[in-house]
């Protein structure tokens, strides 16, 4: 070790209060020669585990011998190869399932400007302010992402940010009496019948959607948008561009309160995720098949799933996942259907039908994420995972079976991704208060996801149309923006980038014979289906 370093030691520990003996300096020489890049990180670390020893009477002079020290360097080793070995079996496997029920739940306060925690207990039968909160949690949640894009929040000085001056955005209730251009935001309800109203925390105001020149994506009830208009004589909102509130940058969302685990994996240290990234980097050979509407009672089906595990069973590398996504009978499961029995018994042969097939049982993994007809307590959203009764006699042949909630969560290493069976393209369009916008895309998808990454939100319909848990709605948000999102529809296969998010719908199996080959390493969609 330089004497560079052994005077800035002995100089840091004189600023503690500490004198070091030839002993002791030669042993805090020899712990930070273990960290060559981080030594000044290393020392101030372990000075300060001794004036914690030290308050605890473990050190009893500011003459330090070799003793003491050695006692904290033991204690900082342990600690550290502790942490190694936590990170180690984390990564083990290297991806973990999150089910929706456990996704931590964050409330955004306004006027501390933070995310806040909820740490007590959440009913599934909310009450009546819960559904209030709802629609509060989404408008606060965009409110505070839309306060940090200059053009939209208020100049310092009176000075224009553009050529096109400041978009401020207004309260609804200081709408009254104002004349000229202004910009809102708010929720659109449907306050009476035929009527629609742009609704903020503070008011409601009449809107006339006539003339309005709108953006890309769905606009329906429940929507938060952006709309620039001018208050008319007899009460109502002349809106002239209408629009969802602007995106952030994931990495932005995310720097803003860090320490916050809104996805659910958990946090790790700078230097663990940066680890982590690049055992990511490195796992080229990491594929997930995904596939939508596996029908266990149809033939057809299951011969055309047997055929996709043969080919990978004989692939070199075969994949880590199969997400097996419902819905898992050709018919909904309602009270008409009263044949319980058979769709445990069709589990059952899926499950011979796996571990007919060595590798894959024994390298894969299968994840069951369950589809908005299939059996369940009811259709609201989140849904819980398929019940135990329908699964264990698959189970008994494939014992690791991961059987998740809808929507679900996967963390891979370092990339976050969010899997959703919902046949919601079709349910959008129904729900749609004007037709879309043609000037960018003609393409229904392309609209889907710009709506539900602008929303933050997974299923931005009417609570009428799609009902959801009140006290559990924030597992449908999409903040800070994921990774990739896994849209299982019964519509055409699509895959589309918006912005730095990947999105894909890897279709209907039991249909079109389609489904997707992901590649997380590099996020790579591989549009995939069985010749006819």
């Given amino acids: 070790m330089s004497g560079t370093m052994r005077n800035k030691v002995q100089r840091k520990c004189k600023m503690r209060g500490y004198t070091l003996k030839v002993e002791a300096l ?38 330090l011998d070799k003793e003491p ?48 925690e ?129 995106l952030e940058d994931r990495e932005k969302s995310a720097s803003m309160f860090t320490g916050l685990d809104y996805f659910g994996g958990g946090t790790l240290p700078k230097e663990d995720t940066l680890r982590l990234a690049e055992m990511e980097s490195r796992a080229v050979n990491e594929m997930f098949v995904i596939l939508s509407d596996i029908w266990l009672d149809h033939e057809e089906t299951m011969a055309k799933l047997e055929t996709v595990l043969d080919g990978y069973e004989d692939v070199e590398v075969v994949p880590s996942l199969f997400v097996l996504m419902g819905n898992f009978c050709s018919h909904p499961f309602n009270l008409s259907y009263n044949s319980f029995s058979s769709i445990r018994l069709n589990f059952g042969k899926l499950g011979q039908m796996i571990g007919n097939h060595p590798r894959l049982k024994e390298h894969s993994r299968f994840l069951f994420i369950p589809g908005p007809d299939d059996a369940g307590p009811s259709t609201v959203l989140p849904r819980c995972a398929l019940p135990k009764y329908i699964t264990e006699e698959l189970q008994k042949h494939i014992p690791n079976a991961i059987f998740a909630s809808n929507p679900c969560r996967i963390k891979f290493y370092t990339q976050e991704i969010v899997f959703f069976r919902q046949d919601l393209l079709y349910r959008m369009r129904r729900s749609c208060l004007i037709p879309p916008s043609t000037e960018e895309t003609s393409d229904p998808f392309e609209h889907l996801v710009a709506t539900i990454t602008h929303q933050s939100h997974l299923c931005p319909l009417p609570l009428s149309v799609q009902p959801i848990i009140w006290n559990y709605d924030h597992c449908l948000h999409l903040y800070p923006t994921p990774h990739t999102i896994v849209l299982g529809d019964n ?5 589309f980038k918006y912005t730095d998010i990947t999105c894909f719908n890897p279709g209907s199996f039991s249909n079109d014979s389609t489904f997707v080959v992901y590649r997380p390493c590099n996020r790579e969609v591989e549009l995939s289906a069985l010749d006819a």
């Fill in 118 to 246: 909820h740490t007590g207990r959440l009913p599934i039968h909310g009450d009546a302010p819960a559904k209030a909160w709802l629609y509060r949690d989404r408008f606060l949640l965009l409110s505070q992402r839309l306060s940090r894009i200059p053009q939209f929040s208020s100049p310092s000085f009176n000075t224009e940010l553009s050529e096109f001056g400041s978009c401020q955005i207004s309260q609804i209730q200081s709408l009254v009496g104002r004349t000229g251009i202004s910009w809102v935001m708010g929720v659109i309800s449907q306050l009476e019948d035929g009527h629609f109203y742009l609704e903020d925390l503070t008011a409601a105001v009449e809107i006339n959607l006539s003339n309005a020149k709108i953006t890309t994506g769905y606009f329906s009830e429940n929507t938060i948008v952006l709309a620039q208009g001018e208050m008319m004589l007899d009460g109502t909102f002349q809106v002239q561009t209408f629009g969802f509130p602007p």
């Fill in 491 to 495: 519509s055409e296969q699509k895959a």
């Fill in 26 to 63: 030669n042993e805090i020489l020899s712990f930070l020669s273990n960290y060559e890049d981080a030594e000044d990180e290393a020392l101030d670390l372990l000075l300060d585990e001794l004036q914690h020893q030290s308050s605890r009477v473990a050190v009893k002079s500011s003459i």
């Fill in 69 to 116: 020290v050695q006692r904290v360097v033991s204690l900082l080793c342990e600690a550290g190869s502790a942490a190694e070995d936590n990170l180690s079996t984390s990564t083990t496997s290297s991806f973990s399932v999150i089910d929706a029920f456990l996704i931590p739940k964050f409330r955004y306060d306004p006027i501390r400007k933070m995310f806040c």
